[in-house]
């Protein structure tokens, strides 16, 4: 085992790891929340400010998932589409099979300079975690409560808010709705039986409805 590896394996490097990112995290978090001020005055100011302070979390992240875990994660792409990632606004769509999906998604926000702006469509009760969920708050992420009659209104109204952001973004969606399991998928292709749709044999059935507001709202920005 070399030097590098040694280290990776030693619990004191594992340690410190932690503790830089959630010293850091909360340090960020606390700068993020004196931002607030700008809001009233220079909105695009504040949202270009956080951008680069959720970028000094979340690349810490991918970090981890790139030196420490060593993750390869490989883009198939058409060549001639290659040159716009990064440049333009865009929804991408991820599987939901692991924890660490989102990190994937991150990993390639980093490559094409988004990762800083990056958004996602989450789960309400992650705006109170500290560090990832308050950056993501300062970063107007969309959260929701996964009930629709409720979720409607407010997920169209902050999605609009997006439409004038400053900085190239990625909207990142797992259609899916929640992590693949063989339970869930046993009965989300009931579902599909029961509604005459086809049977996925690698993921759930996609909830379209929060896709086709995401595009709806976002479309030509």
């Not at 070399?2 to 990112?21: N, P, T």
């Not at 504040?46 to 993750?71: D, H, K, P």
């Not at 998604?105 to 109170?128: D, M, P, Q, T």
Request: with cysteine; net charge positive.
């Amino acid at each position: 085992m070399d030097i590098v590896g040694f280290l990776k394996s030693q619990f004191i490097c594992h340690l410190l790891i932690c503790y830089i990112f959630i010293v850091s995290g909360l340090i960020i978090n606390f700068i993020q929340l004196f931002t607030l001020t700008l809001w009233p005055i220079n909105k695009q100011l504040f949202r270009r400010i956080n951008c680069r302070l959720a970028y000094s979390i979340s690349s810490q992240m991918v970090m981890l998932l790139e030196w420490w875990s060593g993750t390869d994660c490989t883009l198939y792409t058409d060549p001639e589409s290659y040159h716009k990632y990064g440049k333009e606004n865009a929804i991408v769509i991820l599987n939901h099979n692991f924890e660490i999906d989102f990190l994937c998604g991150w990993n390639f926000c980093e490559r094409f300079g988004v990762l800083g702006s990056s958004k996602v469509l989450a789960k309400k009760e992650l705006s109170y975690m500290p560090i990832i969920g308050w950056m993501w708050y300062f970063l107007e992420i969309v959260f929701c409560k996964r009930k629709w009659e409720e979720d409607r209104k407010t997920v169209m109204q902050k999605l609009l808010n997006l439409r004038d952001y400053p900085e190239n973004f990625w909207f990142l969606i797992h259609c899916e709705g929640t992590r693949f399991t063989e339970q869930k998928h046993q009965i989300s292709m009931q579902v599909a039986e029961a509604k005459g749709l086809p049977k996925l044999k690698y993921h759930l059935l996609p909830r379209t409805k929060g896709f086709a507001v995401t595009v709806q709202c976002l479309r030509n920005v």
